[in-house]
């Protein structure tokens, strides 16, 4: 079976083309050359189609072996406040280039397209931000699944202009369950 695997903030994703039809939005020439001309625009990972029935977008952030520092304590704090904020930022611009790439596409029905007229029609769009954090002891961990529900929370409230549907996940707690998708952590030698 085809699949197509990304690696991003050392986690290798792998997605199965018979469920996914899917690309890294950030590396795309499209993007690219709408971020060449605007200076400060910003990207979410992965974005395609699952089973064509649901539009759904990735930002991954890695921060395993980071957690002693305070930039990164910083973004994760208060209900990860400060990276709620950068994340649905990304998903903003996303959603701008992908109409701009999608008006400037003559073929018919590309996934820029379908991405639009899924955004239009009001059907399931899913915005997965996925954190990857050092967690280390056993009151961390619990401590860390009942925030994972607040942080979902927030960037639920900054996206609802797009969707509800959004998720904060990790390899250890991961809210939906598709066919023909994982992740791994890389493993360096």
């Known amino acids: 079976m085809a699949t197509k695997t990304f690696t991003e903030s050392n986690l290798t994703f792998t997605f199965e083309e018979t469920h996914w039809e899917i690309l890294k939005f950030d590396e795309h020439p499209k993007y690219i050359e709408i971020s060449n001309a605007l200076a400060g625009t910003k990207a979410i990972d992965f974005l395609g189609f699952y089973?064509?029935?649901?539009?759904?977008?990735?930002?991954?952030?890695?921060?395993?072996?980071?957690?002693?520092?305070?930039?990164?304590?910083?973004?994760?704090?208060?209900g990860m406040e400060v990276?709620?904020?950068?994340?649905?930022?990304?998903?903003?611009?996303?959603?701008?280039?992908?109409?701009?790439?999608?008006?400037?596409?003559?073929?018919?029905?590309?996934?820029?397209?379908?991405?639009?007229?899924?955004?239009?029609?009001?059907?399931?769009?899913?915005?997965v931000?996925?954190?990857?954090?050092?967690?280390?002891?056993?009151?961390?961990?619990?401590?860390?699944?009942?925030?994972?529900?607040?942080?979902?929370?927030?960037?639920?409230?900054?996206?609802?202009?797009?969707t509800t549907n959004v998720s904060v996940d990790n390899i250890k707690e991961q809210h939906a369950i598709w066919e023909g998708f994982t992740v791994n952590h890389v493993i360096h030698r």
């Open 129 to 162: 931000a996925w954190i990857e954090e050092d967690l280390n002891n056993i009151a961390l961990k619990a401590r860390k699944k009942n925030e994972m529900s607040v942080r979902a929370e927030k960037l639920k409230n900054k996206l609802k202009w797009l």
């Open 51 to 78: 089973n064509n029935t649901a539009f759904v977008m990735f930002e991954v952030k890695g921060f395993r072996g980071y957690g002693s520092q305070k930039s990164v304590n910083d973004r994760l704090a208060e």
């Open 83 to 127: 990276l709620s904020t950068e994340i649905a930022q990304k998903v903003k611009d996303t959603a701008a280039a992908i109409v701009g790439i999608s008006r400037n596409i003559r073929a018919d029905n590309t996934l820029w397209q379908k991405a639009v007229k899924q955004i239009i029609e009001n059907k399931s769009v899913i915005i």
